[in-house]
């Protein structure tokens, strides 16, 4: 009965949406309060149904209802409760469910935040973020219906795919999913602004806490990805450019820069078409990733669906979504009123370069994900692009952009002054010239070009703390007064400022991993030991566990450096036998600038277990980068100035009003 409760409340939900995504845009046009008012109510229901709807199948979950057909196939038994509930989101059906469900949150959160916005604004705002909805849930309800069922009911269920029961994947998706859906937000805010006719400085303070949300959510969602990858397949790396782990990536490209562009928007008025393109491109993106996910064009371990069915009918959705507000934007953003000048050397400036580069790194991975695709379908033949393309054409571009977010902060607004300019960066360049030395000196002949990568982590570093120490005249007052400035500096330059320290951190993480990883691939026998990177590892041989629904081979470590004693590692290889299929877990030795890592894999027959050891320098600054990263889009969404309401709307950047008959008088 609930699992019908919850099938019910799924169709009542797209009966809501159908109506929030058409009576509240009449009424803005009409200037009708009513129809307008509509929305806020219909935003409201339409997230109670889904979150019953959501619910029901949780509960089948967890109690282990397999006569539902999703539940029969992602679930069994005896696996633990965790995973029963992340099973809910680890396959398409739940997954598309959790994806209506942040949806409806985020248009719930609008009503609730959002009432300093004018109500023709927020009723157009809405009513795109239900004709999303939708989409959505029309493809969930006619081609993944996520509470079919199955008769006979199974006595029991084919389990949640091995790889996918980890706590990395079991929160990997959600906040995946807050990332990709918090950019509909600042979509529905572009396409409300076009239809409206007007765009200012109050629409990017609104917009750019929405970006922000989903710009933190997508960078802890793919450190999560990134760090299960690393530590389940067992492969010592944390990023391959698989095309999916690439369709997250592609948004958070174009969202960092959204981000960027949206404060030249706040501040001055300026690149107002641009921004509003930018956020239009983000959520596009993030529908390109859903339907690389969903479609069956692509075999990875991330994907749900190899449907075709499924596929058209999210290629439909992404075509309409994406080609409707392309077309919208190509006929009003030509008429909206240009903003304010400023010189090349100068904040806008420096934004302006920093969008160009973001945006031709995100069409490098665009380009780099989509064209097999497209000469398969062509039916030319197969062909990779792999890793050797992304290092080759991506890396280049993201080294001036590190340059650049150094110099930024230095940089004033409308005019620079490039001489003060150059004496401030003096000190950076001399701190990483330093850093450069000294890393090309401890690792001559040991692949030394790292060394240049490390120096940028250094230049950003370096300029992130003389901003900081600039602005509270650290040395050239008394204390007193510097710690006076440092309070009443705003939330948002120290979430700034942390994002681009986080970013510094990550860059030497993936720099020396990369560059100086030491790695030992061999056959070991019990009583063995081999040295890595000076330290000792002395293997234990290998012994039978077993867990909760898996049979595994554990494997014991020792490890010394000189004649002191690190740590006992223990890598296993587990064999789920309701699927029966093995994963790699590796045990990993996490220090503040290396990682000890240690697989084991099959027996050799004679006595002998193949093994894998590696040494990984600074990999754990990636993650930590990551977190310090979004742990500033927190420290910045705190800034009053989000929070409060917006200044009131400019009257003096509205479109021409014969050409925007709609706009609410």
């Known amino acids: 009965m609930i699992v019908e409760i919850g099938h019910i409340s799924l169709i009542m939900a797209l009966a809501v949406a159908l109506v929030q995504a058409v009576v509240p845009m009449i009424g803005a046009s009409r200037g009708d309060g009513r129809l307008m008012a509509l929305a806020s109510t219909a935003a409201g229901i339409q997230w109670l149904f889904i979150v019953i709807a959501f619910l029901s199948l949780m509960n089948a979950y967890v109690t282990s209802d397999f006569s539902v057909f999703n539940v029969a196939s992602n679930s069994h038994s005896a696996k633990p409760i965790l995973y029963k509930i992340a099973g809910v989101w680890g396959?398409?059906?739940?997954?598309?469910?959790?994806?209506?469900?942040?949806?409806?949150?985020?248009?719930?959160?609008?009503?609730?935040?959002?009432?300093?916005?004018?109500?023709?604004?927020?009723?157009?705002?809405?009513?795109?973020?239900?004709?999303?909805?939708?989409?959505?849930?029309?493809?969930?309800?006619?081609?993944?219906?996520?509470?079919?069922?199955?008769?006979?009911?199974?006595?029991?269920?084919?389990?949640?795919?091995?790889?996918?029961?980890?706590?990395?994947?079991?929160?990997?998706?959600?906040?995946?999913?807050?990332?990709?859906?918090?950019?509909?937000?600042?979509?529905?805010?572009?396409?409300?602004?076009?239809?409206?006719?007007?765009?200012?400085?109050?629409?990017?303070?609104?917009?750019?806490?929405?970006?922000?949300?989903?710009?933190?959510?997508?960078?802890?969602?793919?450190?999560?990805?990134?760090?299960?990858?690393?530590?389940?397949?067992?492969?010592?790396?944390?990023?391959?450019?698989?095309?999916?782990?690439?369709?997250?990536?592609?948004?958070?490209?174009?969202?960092?820069?959204?981000?960027?562009?949206?404060?030249?928007?706040?501040?001055?008025?300026?690149?107002?078409?641009?921004?509003?393109?930018?956020?239009?491109?983000?959520?596009?993106?993030?529908?390109?990733?859903?339907?690389?996910?969903?479609?069956?064009?692509?075999?990875?371990?991330?994907?749900?669906?190899?449907?075709?069915?499924?596929?058209?009918?999210?290629?439909?959705?992404?075509?309409?979504?994406?080609?409707?507000?392309?077309?919208?934007?190509?006929?009003?953003?030509?008429?909206?009123?240009?903003?304010?000048?400023?010189?090349?050397?100068?904040?806008?400036?420096?934004?302006?370069?920093?969008?160009?580069?973001?945006?031709?790194?995100?069409?490098?991975?665009?380009?780099?994900?989509?064209?097999?695709?497209?000469?398969?379908?062509?039916?030319?033949?197969?062909?990779?692009?792999?890793?050797?393309?992304?290092?080759?054409?991506?890396?280049?571009?993201?080294?001036?952009?590190?340059?650049?977010?150094?110099?930024?902060?230095?940089?004033?607004w409308k005019r620079a002054d490039l001489g003060g300019v150059v004496d401030r960066l003096k000190i950076i360049a001399a701190l990483t010239a330093l850093v450069l030395v000294w890393t090309v000196y401890q690792q001559w002949g040991n692949a030394v070009f790292g060394a240049f990568g490390i120096a940028l982590s250094a230049w950003l570093a370096s300029s992130v703390l003389l901003d900081w120490a600039l602005r509270i005249r650290l040395f050239r007052a008394s204390a007193l007064d510097s710690v006076r400035r440092a309070v009443r500096i705003p939330r948002a330059t120290y979430g700034m400022n942390l994002a681009h320290f986080g970013v510094a951190l990550l860059v030497a993480g993936v720099t020396a991993s990369s560059a100086w990883r030491t790695e030992s691939i061999q056959v070991m026998r019990e009583g063995e030991s081999i040295s890595v990177a000076g330290f000792e590892f002395l293997f234990h041989g290998v012994d039978r566990a077993e867990g909760p629904n898996y049979a595994a081979d554990r494997g014991h470590f020792t490890v010394t450096r000189g004649a002191k004693f690190t740590v006992e590692l223990w890598p296993e290889n587990r064999f789920y036998p309701v699927q029966q299929q093995p994963t790699t877990e590796a045990a990993i030795h996490t220090m503040w600038n290396a990682d000890l890592y240690a697989v084991v894999g099959d027996p050799d027959g004679n006595g002998g277990w193949a093994t894998r050891i590696y040494y990984n320098p600074l990999v754990p600054w990636i993650w930590l980068g990551a977190l310090v990263m979004a742990l500033g889009g927190a420290v910045s969404l705190s800034d009053r100035r989000h929070r409060v309401g917006a200044p009131k709307r400019s009257q003096s950047t509205p479109m021409p009003r014969h050409a925007a008959a709609d706009i609410v008088r």
């Not at 369709?247 to 404060?263: E, N, Y």
Request: net charge neutral; charged share 10%; hydrophobic share 55%.
């Open 91 to 412: 396959n398409h059906e739940g997954s598309l469910l959790l994806w209506v469900l942040i949806l409806a949150t985020f248009g719930g959160a609008i009503v609730l935040l959002g009432g300093n916005l004018p109500p023709s604004l927020r009723a157009r705002v809405l009513s795109v973020q239900a004709l999303i909805a939708v989409g959505f849930l029309s493809f969930s309800l006619f081609t993944s219906n996520p509470f079919q069922r199955v008769s006979p009911a199974p006595l029991d269920g084919n389990g949640l795919n091995p790889l996918l029961q980890d706590p990395g994947l079991a929160f990997h998706p959600p906040f995946l999913y807050l990332g990709y859906v918090g950019f509909s937000v600042a979509f529905a805010f572009a396409v409300a602004a076009l239809i409206e006719g007007r765009v200012d400085a109050a629409w990017a303070r609104w917009v750019r806490p929405w970006a922000l949300i989903a710009w933190s959510f997508l960078t802890i969602g793919i450190a999560l990805g990134s760090w299960w990858a690393y530590y389940e397949l067992g492969w010592g790396g944390w990023w391959f450019w698989d095309p999916v782990e690439n369709a997250s990536f592609m948004p958070w490209l174009a969202g960092t820069a959204l981000l960027h562009s949206a404060i030249v928007c706040e501040k001055r008025d300026a690149l107002k078409a641009w921004t509003i393109l930018l956020a239009i491109v983000a959520f596009s993106l993030s529908l390109l990733g859903t339907f690389l996910v969903r479609s069956g064009v692509l075999t990875s371990v991330h994907a749900f669906a190899t449907d075709p069915a499924r596929g058209v009918f999210i290629l439909g959705f992404l075509v309409f979504v994406v080609g409707g507000s392309l077309a919208l934007f190509a006929i009003r953003a030509p008429l909206l009123k240009a903003g304010g000048l400023f010189a090349p050397v100068s904040r806008e400036g420096g934004i302006v370069l920093n969008n160009l580069l973001f945006s031709a790194a995100a069409a490098t991975v665009l380009l780099g994900t989509l064209y097999p695709l497209f000469i398969d379908a062509l039916g030319a033949g197969k062909v990779s692009v792999g890793p050797p393309y992304f290092n080759t054409v991506f890396v280049p571009l993201m080294s001036p952009l590190i340059v650049l977010a150094g110099i930024a902060p230095m940089l004033s």
